[in-house]
């Protein structure tokens, strides 16, 4: 071996190392037209989904944020201002002055549980009344001056009915008052808090997140089995071995 004057080593006067290439990016390989339209579809159905059902919790919640309340329409008592399968919106009231002849108003009638949207005709003062417990029969209630205690009333009539309403209903009983009418939002809000609705909503965007998974992952072992740079030969890694000797 021939040294140099100054004593250091040989340089070498080629390097037959192969260059390498860093950073160097794959080439994916276009999808087939079938796949695209599908993912297309997938992500169609999660953002349609999706939206109905966010919306079907965002309007309730708008109302409540309000302070007002939504109520479906189920009877035609109240044709034609609104029929069944409309929606109405209600404030509650906070004072029996809030409450004016002409008003609509939802509440639960004496006796039951299921509420009525009618409008009032009438106001009233009558006698608040208890069972007397030795004969059984209601009887005013008294004050301690012994004057007779009164409570406020209000009689209803549904516009469509030809009579008023039997019984006439106690303040505290009202739910709310009658701001707006929203035509067919009712059966649909109906529809959308139903089990079928939600079922409907929720399952197919779902099943659709769940493809898109299978189908990237399918994607991705292509792309392992047809990329070349992925798979380095064997043969050249041991040249690179020898040459880096």
Partial sequence: MTSWSDGQRDAPAVDRRAPRVIGRRR????????????????????VICGAAYATSLAVPLWFQIHQQRILIVTSGSMAPKFDAGDAVVLRAISDESDLKVGQIISFWPTGSDELVTHRIVALRKLPDLRQDEA???????????????????VVTKGDANEDADVNATPIGRIRGVQLAVHKGWGWVLQWAGSPQGRAVMLVPPLV????????AMGDARRERRGDPVSRPDSADRRVDELLLD
């Fill in 208 to 215: 659709a997140l769940a493809t898109l998974e299978l189908l």
């Fill in 27 to 46: 080439s994916r390989a276009p999808k087939p037209t079938w796949r695209r339209l599908l993912g297309v579809a997938l992500w169609t159905v999660v």
């Fill in 135 to 153: 004969t059984g029969n209601m009887v005013p209630k008294l004050d301690a001056n012994g004057e007779r205690l009164t409570k406020s009333y």
